[in-house]
């Protein structure tokens, strides 16, 4: 049997903006400024799957039934994890280094991340063995 899949993907489309500043364009171009670049579009990656209808068109699962469909068969979910710290530094790249540093030290107190799904936020310390979502 066939089925037809709707997906939704991730493609990133390049565009050109005349500006004195990059806080300029980055404002300009959510106004609505700006140049579409023919040609430019990048494939970046599946986001998620809208809707699975068989070849005969009479079943179509979709949103929360899908959803389960998925998890049961695959047990792991996508989580985007962020550790957030500020850091005075002369430049971007020095506090990016500066925060590496501190992420790699074994004696670290990094240790407190926002885990999100697509339903849910969690902060989670791992030194808290206590600690739910765990």
């Given amino acids: 049997m066939k089925f037809r899949i709707v997906a939704r993907e ?5 565009y050109e903006v005349e500006a004195d500043t990059l806080k300029e364009a980055v404002r300009l ?7 579409c670049l023919d040609g430019a579009i990048e ?7 809208a809707s699975v209808t068989d070849e005969t068109g009479g079943k179509t699962i979709e949103g929360d039934e899908l959803e389960e469909l998925e998890k049961e068969d695959d047990p792991m979910t996508t989580y985007r994890v ?17 925060a590496q540093r ?21 902060v ?6 206590d600690e739910e979502g765990s």
């Avoid at 991730?10 to 390049?14: A, E, L």
């Avoid at 171009?29 to 140049?35: I, L, P, V």
């Avoid at 990094?110 to 339903?119: I, L, N, Q, S």
């Avoid at 989670?124 to 063995?129: G, R, V």
Wanted: hydrophobic residues 35%; charged residues 35%.
């Fill in 10 to 14: 991730i493609h990133v489309q390049k």
């Fill in 29 to 35: 171009f959510n106004d609505g400024d700006g140049n």
């Fill in 43 to 49: 494939y970046s990656h599946l986001d998620s799957i």
């Fill in 82 to 98: 962020t550790w957030e710290i500020d850091i005075d530094a002369q430049t971007p790249r020095k506090a990016a280094e500066r």
């Fill in 102 to 122: 501190m992420m790699r030290d074994p004696d670290s107190i990094a240790t407190v991340f926002k885990v999100e799904d697509k339903r849910d936020v969690h």
């Fill in 124 to 129: 989670i310390d791992l030194l808290d063995d």
